[in-house]
């Protein structure tokens, strides 16, 4: 592909391509996954920590156009793109491109079924498919807690939510955890808790 050819990424040449795969797929999530477009460079975008979504360094204010955006992202490997049919950018994320800012709580024990809502509207089960984790700072020992979204796209799970979460776990087989889906979580060494 010669230089003339090459597709210039933008925000707008984004969404709009978005816009128009939503309309043939008719689907709320595009096949991304199906899309293998040239790489187009990467675009000054940034999603930071607390799920706010930058371009050019600009906060983008708009819910509809940060959910545009996270209907096309994919995650290959350590790398995060916007990716459309015609074109694949890459973007900067800080830390999870998603922040889980609720969840609700079905049944109990070990047939509860934790169901998460993403700052995007996206929901996701926590269950062996969509696991959650626990990352601890080496320094502070500080919890980051995450829950798999889709697609290797995970969400930091808020503060609220996952004190929410610690106020309903229960001890097994040596770990202070979560059940959900059939499946336990472990959050911290029961041991720690009675240090």
């Not at 991304?32 to 983008?60: E, K, N, Q, S």
């Not at 807690?145 to 097994?172: C, M, N, Q, T, W």
Request: hydrophobic share 40%.
């Amino acid at each position: 592909m010669s230089a003339q050819d090459r597709v210039n990424p933008s925000a707008d040449s984004i969404a709009a391509s978005v816009r128009a795969a939503q309309t043939e797929s008719g689907k709320k999530l595009p096949p991304v996954h199906l899309w293998d477009p040239p790489f187009c460079g990467d675009l000054d975008m940034r999603i930071a920590r607390d799920g706010t979504w930058f371009y050019l360094g600009t906060p983008i204010g708009r819910a509809a156009l940060v959910k545009l955006f996270a209907s096309v992202l994919r995650k290959d490997g350590d790398d995060y793109f916007l990716v459309t049919p015609v074109e694949k950018v890459g973007i900067t994320v800080d830390d999870a491109p998603f922040v889980a800012t609720d969840f609700e709580v079905a049944g109990q024990g070990e047939g509860q079924v934790l169901t998460f809502t993403t700052n995007v509207g996206d929901t996701a089960i926590a269950c062996a498919d969509n696991p959650i984790r626990v990352e601890r700072d080496p320094d502070t020992g500080e919890p980051s807690p995450y829950v798999l979204i889709r697609a290797d796209l995970e969400a930091l799970i808020d503060r609220k939510s996952f004190y929410r979460l610690v106020e309903i776990g229960a001890h097994h087989d040596g770990w202070f955890g979560v059940w959900s889906g059939g499946t336990f979580f472990p959050i911290i060494p029961s041991g720690e808790l009675l240090d």
